[in-house]
């Protein structure tokens, strides 16, 4: 069965960081680009983050960037993303999702003023 399974979220403060974890299982994670995606609440779907198959390149959205870090580790088919000095507009719904459009069932993310 192709899954991705989200962890990690959870509340946080301003300027506080958050894990989120992604686990994929029933495909062949190494071989596919992963992103990140998120949506705020009453918002559509906002592309965050990206990563090449063996994780040399990454793209950013630019409100993340500099606070963000995307990675992976394919041996254990995991996608990472390393969230810090995290703001109120960060609250959302966090989604990884594969290039051939596999989608995690989401991890939520509130970042309290």
């Known amino acids: 069965q192709v899954q991705l399974v989200e962890s990690g979220g959870g509340l946080v403060q301003a300027g506080g960081s958050l894990r989120l974890s992604c686990a994929a299982s029933g495909f062949a994670f190494s071989t596919y680009a992963m992103s990140w995606v998120r949506q705020a609440p009453g918002k559509g779907l906002e592309w965050v983050s990206a990563i090449d198959e063996g994780g040399s390149r990454r793209s950013y959205d630019d409100s993340v960037k500099g606070r963000f870090t995307i990675s992976r580790d394919n041996a254990k088919n995991t996608l990472y993303l390393q969230m810090n000095a995290l703001k109120p507009e960060d609250t959302a719904v966090y989604y990884c999702?594969?290039?051939?459009?596999?989608w995690g069932q989401g991890a939520q993310v509130t970042v309290s003023s």
């Open positions: 999702k594969s290039s051939d459009d596999v």
